[in-house]
C-alpha cells in the first residue's frame, strides 16, 4: 500500500505514504531547508489524524527531504508579509491568524497522539521545527542534527509549546535556551533530555525499514524502543554539562535584568568567557522578547500543554500588533543587514504593562481545539 497526499505542485512540499505498519511523513522542501509553511501544515494535520484512527496504523514517523535539515522552522516570512499587508490596509492579515492557530492545533496533535511518533531530526532543526518534534514520544537525533529556538532574535518567542517544554527541561536549562537561542548538537540535545536516541544518520534508512517490517504486538511504544535501541550509539559528551551550574544560578532570576547581572557575577569565576559571550548574545535579542519570554516560561511550568498553546496564540498576535517582530524579520530575511532596531531599545524601557498585553485574551477569538 502507497498512498501520496500533496498540494498539486510539481514538487510537493509534503509527501506522506505507508511503508508497511508506518505512517511516513517527509517534509520536501530540502532548497528551503524544509521550513513549515501553512499549506504543509493543512495537509500533515488531518492526515495524522487519520493515521490515529487506522488500526493499521501502528506508528507515524517524520522526517525532511536533503541531507541539510529536519525542518528550520516555520515560514515567517509568509507570516511577516501578511503581517506588513494587513498595516498597509491592503489585506486582513489572515495568515498571520491562521498560521499560529493551526500549527499549535499540530502541535497539541502530537503531543497527545496515541501511537509512536517518531521523529529523525538528521540536520537543522529549529522553531516550528521543533513543535513538529519535540511533542513526539520519539526525538531521534544524528550526528548533523543543530537544533535550536531562536525566536528572541527576530523580536518573536519560543513558541510552538516552548512555555510548555522548555519550562520543564532540567534546572533552567529551557530558560537559557529560550532567552539565548543557543544552539544544541545531539549531544546537548539528550543531555537537555529533548532527544530521546541518537543514531547515525547513515543507519537512518535501515531503521525507517525496521520500523516498517517490525510485529508489533500490542505495546507499540515497547516495539519501537526495542527497534530504535538497536540502532542507536552514544552521542558523545555534552558540552552544555560544563556550564550548567553556572545556567542554573544565572538564569533562575526573576527578571531578565537580574539574569543579565548574575551573568556578570560569572564572568569573574571560571566560566568567565561563556559568561561574557552569553551577555553579549543577549544584548543583541529584542528587549521586548526578552521579557515576554520569561514571563512566558515562568508561567507555562504550571500549565497543561493545551493552556500552553492557548496563552502562546494570546502571544503571537500581540507580537503581530507590535514592532519588534516586522523589524527582526526584516533585518534577518528581508534587508539581511543583521542590525535591527529595536523599540524599545532597552529593557528598561520595556514596562509592565507592555509585557502583561501579550497575555491578554485575543478580541477576535483565542484558540480552540475541535479533537
Known amino acids: 500500500m502507497n498512498e501520496t497526499v500533496d498540494l498539486g505542485a510539481a514538487e510537493p512540499h509534503v509527501i506522506c505514504t505507508v ?22 501544515i493543512r495537509i500533515i494535520d488531518p492526515q495524522l489524524a487519520a493515521w490515529a484512527r487506522d488500526p493499521a496504523i501502528k506508528a507515524v514517523v517524520i522526517q525532511g527531504a536533503g541531507d541539510r535539515a529536519f525542518c528550520a522552522g516555520g515560514d515567517v516570512r509568509a507570516v511577516w508579509d501578511s503581517g506588513k499587508a494587513r498595516q498597509a490596509g491592503e489585506g486582513d492579515g489572515a495568515i498571520a491568524r491562521d498560521f499560529f492557530r493551526e500549527e499549535y492545533r499540530l502541535n497539541r496533535r502530537i503531543k497527545r497522539y496515541p501511537k509512536p511518533y517518531i521523529a529523525l531530526l538528521d540536520g537543522i532543526t529549529m522553531g516550528g521545527g521543533v513543535g513538529l518534534s519535540v511533542h513526539g514520544s520519539h526525538r531521534v537525533t544524528t550526528e548533523k542534527t543543530l537544533l535550536a529556538m531562536p525566536e528572541t532574535g527576530i523580536g518573536l518567542f519560543p513558541d510552538v509549546g516552548g512555555g510548555y517544554f522548555l519550562s520543564r527541561l532540567p534546572g533552567e536549562l529551557g530558560t537559557y535556551l529560550a532567552l539565548t537561542g543557543a544552539r544544541l548538537g545531539a549531544a546537548d540535545a539528550a543531555y537537555a533530555g529533548i532527544a530521546t536516541h541518537h543514531v547515525p544518520s547513515a543507519q537512518l534508512g535501515a531503521l525507517l525499514e525496521e520500523l516498517a517490517a517490525v510485529s508489533y504486538g500490542a505495546q507499540a511504544h515497547a516495539t519501537v524502543d526495542t527497534v530504535l535501541a538497536r540502532h542507536a550509539a552514544f552521542p558523545g559528551e555534552a558540552p552544555l554539562a560544563a ?11 526573576e527578571t531578565v535584568e537580574d539574569i543579565l547581572a548574575c551573568l ?10 561563556w559568561a561574557a559571550a552569553t551577555v553579549k548574545t543577549l544584548s543583541q535579542m529584542s528587549p521586548t522578547s526578552l521579557k515576554v519570554t520569561l514571563s512566558q516560561l515562568r508561567r507555562g511550568v504550571a500549565l497543561e500543554i493545551e493552556d500552553v498553546l492557548v496563552m502562546e496564540y ?8 507590535g514592532h519588534d ?5 526584516r ?21 509592565e504593562s507592555e509585557v502583561a498585553r501579550h497575555f491578554q485574551p485575543v478580541p477576535s477569538g483565542d484558540l480552540t481545539f475541535t479533537d
Open 314 to 321: 494570546r502571544m503571537t498576535q500581540a507580537v503581530m500588533a
Open 243 to 253: 556550564h550548567t551550574p553556572s545556567i542554573d544560578r544565572s538564569f533562575n532570576a
Open 264 to 273: 556578570c557575577d560569572e564572568t569573574q569565576g571560571f566560566d568567565d568567557s
Open 325 to 329: 517582530f516586522y523589524e527582526g524579520i
Open 19 to 40: 511503508r508497511g505498519a508506518v505512517g511516513h511523513v517527509l517534509l520536501n522542501r530540502p532548497k528551503a531547508l524544509n521550513a513549515l509553511t501553512l499549506d504543509m
Open 331 to 351: 533585518a534577518q530575511l528581508v534587508d539581511k543587514d543583521r542590525q535591527p532596531k529595536w523599540r524599545p531599545a532597552t529593557l528598561a524601557e520595556v514596562s
